[in-house]
């Protein structure tokens, strides 16, 4: 092969790897960290869905989850929100995630995140834990209690214990498109509890409400009140694999290695054009 089309290969090997790195979280929405002091709602993804408070002065607790990770505290997250957003929706594949440390409830379930508003067929998705320590995903297929289906982990977690967990929803698959994921973080070698159940939903609701963190509702008779930690707030809108969850992969370094190598490849390309026509 000459050089020019050796130059060829490696500008579209170059170019390729350029467009995994872009794409390596292309399907994220939204990430929340609640680590920078300076605004603690901003949204890490790049999308710039920064968070709203409506509450007043918020409570953190530094390095909650590790060094340098910080957390919103209690119940002080009563509404923190993004206004309504169509990225919100949930149009027919999702996977909601976060790190948690929940305080014993007495009864019920307690919201992490949730597009949901009591008012009106306004309810779509939300993520919980219930008092017995069970993940719970409420979906609604027309947006009202009626048409709300509850769905439960098959393990549990427990209270005043650090925590990743996530869940996907796959419309498509009804054998199994539900996939609940738990991992205790305070434990060295703890492997990632899993749970795969299925749904016999066909729709999803796709309302105008706002996206909450800290409670499943904005505003009427669904508010439940999240009572602990929250370090990490992370929405897709894709089925992602046990390897692209968020304990995963590193952000932004699960793609800065393809990109580096991109970059060299493309300087390496110059510098072998101008050598041959020098």
């Given at each position: 092969m000459n050089t020019i089309g050796s130059i060829r290969v490696l500008g579209l090997f170059a170019l390729g790897l350029l467009s995994i790195a872009a794409s390596a979280h292309a399907t994220v929405i939204v990430h929340y960290t609640f680590d920078d002091s300076e605004n603690r709602f901003a949204d890490s993804s790049g999308n710039g869905y920064d968070l709203t408070n409506s509450v007043g002065t918020q409570t953190y607790v530094d390095n909650a989850f590790g060094v340098g990770d910080d957390a919103l505290s209690n119940s002080s997250i009563y509404r923190v929100y993004r206004s309504s957003n169509a990225a919100f929706q949930a149009i027919s594949?999702?996977?909601?995630?976060?790190?948690?440390?929940?305080?014993?409830?007495?009864?019920?379930?307690y919201y992490v995140l949730g597009q949901w508003d009591g008012t009106g067929a306004q309810r779509s998705y939300s993520l919980g834990v219930n008092s017995d320590g069970y993940l719970v995903l409420e979906i609604s297929s027309d947006g009202t209690i009626a048409g709300m289906s509850t769905y439960t982990s098959s393990f549990t977690i427990s209270a005043s214990t650090n925590y990743y967990i996530g869940v996907s929803f796959d419309l498509s698959d009804q054998d199994g498109g539900i996939v609940f994921y738990g991992l205790d973080l305070d434990s060295s070698g703890a492997t990632l509890?899993?749970?795969?159940?299925?749904?016999?939903?066909?729709?999803?609701?796709?309302?105008?409400?706002?996206?909450?963190?800290?409670?499943?509702?904005?505003?009427?008779?669904?508010?439940?009140?999240?009572d602990g930690l929250i370090g990490e707030v992370r929405v897709s809108d894709s089925v992602l694999t046990p390897g692209q969850l968020l304990i995963s992969v590193p952000e932004p370094a699960g793609a800065a290695w393809l990109l580096g190598f991109a970059v060299l490849a493309v300087l390496a390309m110059k510098r072998r054009l101008k050598k041959d026509h020098a």
């Open positions: 594949d999702f996977t909601l995630e976060a790190t948690i440390n929940y305080t014993s409830f007495d009864s019920g379930t509890l899993t749970s795969v159940v299925s749904h016999t939903l066909t729709t999803l609701n796709t309302p105008t409400a706002r996206f909450v963190v800290g409670n499943r509702a904005y505003s009427g008779a669904d508010i439940y009140t999240f």
